[in-house]
């Protein structure tokens, strides 16, 4: 039990679809991240926030949409994908505090696959 | 950009001691992460180095050489349970990059 949960584990759908991924951690840490993980590829990070607010969108196309509630909560809103935006979405915390930072803990991820 | 090597695959022998390096070139540095993932599971955290230096946990330790843009994660007494992939991640403020991760096989 890593203290970062994630759901569904495993999602498959059609480009026309709109579905939401959801992350939950239990740490008390106060930012949380999206990552995409493809095959061969290395870790692609998506979002930050800190506090609740965004503080990093790396390029991430419109078709994805996150939303960070409180510190414990967040959700990445899927709309109109493409079949190359199948991969492993993980989440991850940590806690920063100051010039100090902290490792991440990562959730179980979620399997998309976009038909 | 931000550029982070590692080799691909290694294979070792259990009970052996096996070294994965990785080599870095980023805009900024605030700390460079080991994670191991085994296959279909999350990334855990193995190691943690911001200064130049060895940090050694248990069976795990790590080296940093912030003036080579180098470090190098070392596995002492391997395990079969080892065999997994290693990841080495750099980061600048709040932004992480990760390597392609280096996958190590562990045989009898």
New interface residues.
């Given amino acids: 039990e ?1 203290g ?1 949960t994630q759901t569904p584990r495993h999602l498959v759908m059609g480009m026309t679809n709109k579905k939401s991924l959801k992350c939950e951690q239990h740490l008390g840490h106060n ?1 949380m ?1 999206w990552y995409k993980q493809s095959a ?6 998506m979002f ?1 926030y ?1 506090f609740k607010e965004q ?2 969108n ?1 390029s991430v196309p419109s078709r994805f949409s996150p939303e960070c509630p409180n510190s414990s909560h967040l959700f990445l809103h899927l709309h109109t994908l493409q079949p190359e935006d199948s991969a492993l979405y ?1 989440c991850a915390s940590s806690q ?1 505090e100051g010039g100090s ?1 902290n ?7 979620t399997r998309l696959t976009v038909l | 950009g931000q550029n ?1 090597d590692q080799p691909t695959e290694m294979t070792a022998t259990e009970g052996a001691i096996v070294q994965i390096n990785c080599t870095y070139q980023t805009s900024g540095f ?2 460079l ?1 080991w ?1 191991q993932q085994h296959a279909g ?5 193995l190691s ?1 180095n ?1 200064l130049d230096g060895l940090e050694e946990k248990g069976r795990f330790s790590s080296f940093l050489s912030r003036s080579k843009g180098y470090s190098y994660l070392l596995l002492k007494e391997l395990q079969m349970k080892d065999s997994a992939s290693y ?1 080495c ?1 750099v ?1 600048n403020f ?8 280096t996958k190590l096989n562990v045989k009898p």
């Fill in positions: 890593t970062v930012a991240y061969k590829k290395p870790l692609e990070l930050v800190n503080t990093e790396n993980l920063d930072y490792e991440q803990f990562f959730g179980p991820g | 982070i605030n700390g992460f994670y599971e999350a990334p855990t955290f943690y911001v990841l991640a980061r709040n932004k992480f990059y990760f390597g392609s991760g």
